[in-house]
């Protein structure tokens, strides 16, 4: 079952790069929930390819197609199927790089593991698998916004080396790269078209922040809120570091955020104590790596151990990044969503917590 | 079972803080393993409290008895139980705190889920629950030496803002801070007496390092060897960020590392690509906050929501850095073997492939 | 995760009796294992409603679409998923039980757990929902006969009262009940077409048949095969007792099998000693209880409470026991597959047992 | 995490039949729960040895020490960690059969699996490690009693070939066979007296009954309280096979209970509808082969496959059966409580559905 995210709000997903689908099946989503479409649909369109000559310009429609578990437009508690058809595969790309390991992308381990390899487009190592995510996490987002009010955003907070100044939740969507900040979706740009020119690629830094959840999410020792939540999001292909607040690793010399009768005078722990959530914003920042596909030759080696420089022509993101922060989101709103219906098992049931039981200032 | 960390090569924690005994059960190890209790001895010796001046007072010989699962020296296939008697507990410290909740600490957010708390030492929530989680560990490595000649190590790299230069293993264990950095010592001595002089705490950074790990280990998409090293690695206390890879969030700009006929040409992703291990060895970096408990006033509010301010005047340790590397490393094993016996059956079996397929550079 | 079933080799299932498909995702499978997509077809033809006058008359075609996780012919060893369309729909047959619970079905316990129930031919609990299990139990089976030479086989024992004798493997395809008895064929017609005259359905026993599996498989003590194997059955329609072995629930007075230096002597408990298996034949014997619907007027109430006498339209068999025996070898084939893959993780690994350590006599 | 049952009210048990303990790890109980010691106490007393002439008489106190998760009085939410001393081992009873299988036993299989073999007593495969779950099951029966007011009970209905007549709870507790039947229990120990005396033993027919427990346990497809529970019982030793409701195996030709405004008016099939609980009362009957140890010599093979007449010395039960109905009711119980756990994440929240929808007639 290493292909299910998630135990009691489960998503489990299907499909390949260049497959005729990639689908999932989300378990466990409580029975009665109003299932809108078009929320599943705005949310695959954020993260759809094509949208901007940032990113690749694979032409995929992304529709999402529900299979089951919706009756007259609402959950029966049966799992939910839905698939997201594949039209704009070009296999012929890769055709190259069959008998060759790509550097930097799962290839060789793919290939030390299965010793059998789907070489189109990466198979099932491809970010092409984060849009069943994506869908999956827009259920969770409906669940949460129904079950506790919560609303979960990302924003990049950096491109390259360029970091975010001024940012504000106000500016997220209107630039083509989820930038919180105005200022710099210029410098952005050029950053990306100067990789997109030299056939190369950038890094980027995405925040994750979830509002109005609960205190007490999570299960202690091994089932914590934060545990979950670096585990999804280290699923996600290109991540490399995650942090749960914003004090970051080289700042890591703060020892908890006070409380008053209030609510909390800072939140720079990330609203996760010991594990569980306290009813603060849970903030994570989240590092990916630049794509590793790269229009520049570079030294590999051949499935018969020879080596050979080689490059990648397939269609690529100068910035996987961009098109990050849905994906991100949907993973965090998995987690919470999990913990979420874990916690009305868990608690002593005669007694309901109240949702926000600090307000919090920054 | 969220007390259960690991599925194949499972350990379930048991304890509290200030109960009898902490323990735990390891499911899955293969029979046939010698065990050499000594090699979980001085594991547990690594991590032990009392050891120096530098960490804390409670004096607890943390000896580890085997309960079940070892029959002549052997294991049998059977879940090996053991406990770790806790003796020198203080709980009338924790009295004061009885009606508060501390800042920094889990007291908030447990008493929002159970409605009910161990105030003494943190109940759960305690380091303590750590011990044996080394003892399990110490199991995890022997496994991972016999079936793979596999090594993990860890050491400090940062004391609050100190990075160590001049890193090698050999200055690991000649100094009491587990510091890579011959040099390093003298100041990490310093920053933490004077943290211990003003009742105070400081942040660190660990590494882990394992080598000889075969490529292929870890389950794609959400069993990945990033995943649940992520998983288990933010379950542990105090623990705020992981990394894998050296590279770093600010110099995520790391394009993957060239593979030759001869091995890899470097190893800044840190052994994992499409969350399978390459053969590399594999490299993570944790970022610990400081330990909450202070001796100085800090805010806080009762049970009954009324603001006070509170001191801890339990027994603790100014950097939780210096005995996290043990613990760090144990968690580590435990992923790899969890892998480890996850990929003999996934494998197609009547192949086994050569264990380390590439020799490596730095 | 309560719609998956297995571990290692897991399948979850999806979709409704009345919605567009029904299907599952199949995660684990080994890479490398030739499909041959008219195994599956085979299988499922030999559940297809519609294929005789004794079984229900919705015409089905029941292809099976695998959607991923095949490339080139051979399993890549990412999830497979695949759909079966649904064509035949009739839910205006169901329009009238919308308010009322028919009586021996899931209606009650459903609309009391979910409030909110999906009527058109039971929705989820319909047996159209083992379809995509004996798709996925044709796949278990490919992998058996791959790892261990494997051979499930299943047939019917008994029709209503009417017990098979002079039972033999090559008569249970020569007849449409996959009864095991030549001569019972006649009286099981006539049982079957007085249920069908009177609207009346009948029981059968079913046994399961599994030959070729090494000593070993299964886990003790709560992931016993014979455990497992009960799990699995107990969760397929109609299925109402389980039994390990053919000395049965009246003449259980049998002290276990000799074993000699040739093999053992009898396998009267079934081929599973302790949870394990033993090398000998596994045998299962399956009860099954009348289809509960009935053309006949039988009490039950509405939603709103109040007493209401009715009839079931819709289209069924007379006796499931004729289209279970597929069902139930893939059930069969799906725990032994699970098993084997865990038994290879779990095994010393450097020693490979001999496959089948003891020949058998009956 | 083969030897855990259960996910959310999960139990892990550990030990064997000579090791120093037997114990088990409690995961997922709710906090707040008042344990009284003394009614674990009680259902172990139930299970013990050495308490009549008809059982074993290894004289074992079974007094269970809580580790772990109780604080003043009450559960924490912490796993509750338990363990059984043992102190009356004869291992030189087992010397003999070190190198030979015991028929009917699990040393085969064992062997076959491990190559390495804990041969005293049955090692982990002995009955003994059924004294865990009887202390689980009473933490579970706690659990039920206060969330539902439900209560868990089971009787002996058959010994060998003699069946119980006109039963009644009443008689259970007053004989030592815990037989429903006040007359036959000189028949039961006709029975057994004659078992001891030819050194050989018998098997029995036990039933479950559970009263109280709301509609809509379980979870639909693989989750059916009816898995779970059959999962449960295969996984007790002697167990061969389980039926849900008391038409059996030769009698199902039942189509359903029928409703009515006032309640079901009969309980035929269990109490279990589409693997839901009904709000009936639930009803399993378990079939228990005899014990396999015998004081006749019977065949098997040594190790090194030589025929070898053996017999069993140990002490052991002229009929399992008598010591069984207090660990399949602490099964049931563990099954209960984990579906009425995952029942409370499932349903709509805001709806607590009446607890016993229906009142039943027999």
């Known amino acids: 079952m290493s292909n299910t995210f998630g135990y009691t709000f489960a998503v489990s997903t299907f499909g390949e790069s260049h497959g005729p689908v990639v689908g999932c099946v989300v378990d466990g989503c409580p029975p009665g929930l109003r299932m809108v ?48 058809r594949s039209t704009d595969q070009r296999s012929s790309d890769y055709r190259g790089i069959r008998h060759a390991f790509r550097p930097g992308h799962a290839d060789y381990p793919y290939h030390a593991k299965y010793n059998h390899r789907d070489y189109r487009g990466g198979g099932r190592a491809s970010a092409r698998l984060t849009a069943p995510v994506v869908a999956a996490g827009a259920i969770a987002k409906a669940y949460l916004t129904w079950a506790h009010g919560a609303r979960i955003r990302g924003c990049m907070m950096r491109v390259g080396t360029r970091r975010a100044r001024y940012a504000h939740w ?26 997109l020119l030299h056939g190369s690629s950038v890094g980027a830094t995405v925040v994750v922040w979830a509002e109005g959840l609960p205190a007490g999410l999570g299960d202690p020792l091994y089932a914590k809120l934060s545990s979950s939540l670096a585990h999804g999001i280290m699923s996600v292909n290109a991540v490399k570091a995650v942090r749960i607040g914003l004090t970051g690793m080289e700042a890591c010399g703060y020892r908890g955020d006070m409380l008053t009768q209030h609510g909390f005078l800072s939140n720079r722990l990330g609203g996760i104590a010991g594990g569980l959530s306290t009813g603060q914003d849970i903030v994570a920042a989240i590092a990916l ?34 098109r990050a922060p849905p994906v991100l989101e949907a993973i965090a709103a998995l987690c919470a969503a999990d913990a979420s219906l874990k916690y009305r098992a868990s608690i002593s049931g005669h007694r309901i917590p109240s949702q926000h039981p600090a307000s919090y200032l920054y």
């Open 37 to 84: 479409d078009a929320g599943i649909q705005a949310e695959l369109d954020r993260r759809r390819p094509g949208s901007s000559q940032y990113v690749t310009q694979r032409a995929e429609a992304d529709r999402a197609v529900i299979m089951s578990g919706v009756f007259r437009g609402a959950t029966t508690g049966a799992p939910i199927a839905l698939v997201i």
């Open 289 to 322: 790596k630049p794509t590793p596909s790269s229009c520049n030759y570079r030294r590999s080696t051949s499935r018969a151990g020879l080596s050979v420089f080689m490059r990648t022509r397939g269609r690529h993101d100068p910035c996987v990044g961009m």
């Open 170 to 195: 106000c500016y997220v969507r209107s630039n083509p790269f989820s930038s919180c900040d105005a200022r710099a979706s210029g410098t952005a740009a050029q950053c990306m078209l100067r990789a």
